[in-house]
T-cell receptor, first 115, second 118 residues
């Protein structure tokens, strides 16, 4: 089991460029999510999905798009990068089960810099 | 307005002693609480959780206590080990995240950096 994988690990963009951060999980988890972490801050939810074909906005969705065509993949698209999107991005996944402990498994992160 | 607050940015403890990390929240609708541990350049790792029907949950060296009336939870690590040195995040939600909806959004605190000295 690779768990949650994210690519790339590092990325530098120029303002206005677009790109897609990739996230994949091999645990057959229904739930997947994207967070961003800024210096001295906690993680903030960008978008999430409770299953293939279903996505919804989190706390800070502006400037980002997601899609969930398969259970395994949950890419995050930056439409027109801005310096304010410089951050570390984490993808996470979790399984619905009784007890609902909310445990999520996080990927290693993508460090994005927008110049 | 921070809904989940970890007021101590850092904590230093001697190996073998108890580490107590604190977390306060303002939203009385929160019913699910989690602690995550994060090492540098890695993703957060789930540590332990508690729901509002309990006031204590134990898992090995880790115990989480919840005081709903005070809107306060704490994570106790006994005994502390150098490998426990990391940033610890407290997180909360009103409903299980897997049910979807904004009430399931996990709200994270800013974290407390724990240093366990040998």
């Amino acid at each position: 089991n690779a768990g949650v994988t994210q690519t790339p690990k590092f990325q530098v963009l120029k303002t206005g460029q677009s790109m897609t951060l990739q996230c994949a999980q091999d645990m057959n988890h229904e739930y997947m999510s994207w967070y961003r972490q800024d210096p001295g801050m906690g993680l903030r939810l960008i978008h999430y999905s409770v299953g293939a074909g279903i996505t919804d906005q989190g706390e800070v969705p502006n400037g980002y798009n997601v899609s969930r065509s398969t259970t395994e993949d949950f890419p995050l698209r930056l439409l027109s990068a801005a310096p304010s999107q410089t951050s570390v991005y984490f993808c996470a996944s979790g399984a619905r089960r009784s007890g609902a402990c909310n445990e999520q498994f996080f990927g290693p992160g993508t460090r994005l810099t927008v110049l | 307005d921070q809904q989940v607050k970890q007021n101590s940015p850092s904590l230093s403890v001697q190996e073998g002693r108890i580490s107590i990390l604190n977390c306060d929240y303002t939203n009385s609708m929160f019913d699910y609480f989690l602690w995550y541990k994060k090492y540098p350049a890695e993703g957060p790792t789930f540590l332990i959780s508690i729901s509002s029907i309990k006031d204590k949950n134990e898992d090995g060296r880790f115990t989480v206590f919840l005081n709903k009336s005070a809107k306060h939870l704490s994570l106790h690590i006994v005994p502390s080990q150098p490998g426990d040195s990391a940033v610890y995040f407290c997180a909360a939600s009103a409903t299980p995240v897997f049910y979807g909806g904004s009430q399931g959004n996990l709200i994270f605190g800013k974290g407390t950096k724990l240093s366990v000295k040998p």
